[in-house]
């Protein structure tokens, strides 16, 4: 399953690294919880949990339906 997050966030990751932010995979459990940290613009960003959940959660979820949640670290 991690490969497939992998994959999944690649697809992600440069609309966020257009706005200047961009974001580090930390882990995958077995229990489908996704661990990302934000970084440069997205860190301090005040929409960043906006972009977490409606974004980045929303297009895991379809790309990789084990995922049950993602969450920043």
Known sequence: MKDRVEKALEKIRPSLQAD??????????????VKVKLTGA???CPMSQ?????GIEKA???AVP???????V
């Open 50 to 54: 906006m972009t977490l959940k409606m």
């Open 42 to 44: 997205c860190r301090g």
């Open 20 to 33: 200047g932010g961009d974001m580090e995979l930390v882990d995958v459990s077995e229990d489908g919880i």
């Open 60 to 62: 895991l979820k379809q």
């Open 66 to 72: 084990e995922v049950k949640e993602v969450q920043s």
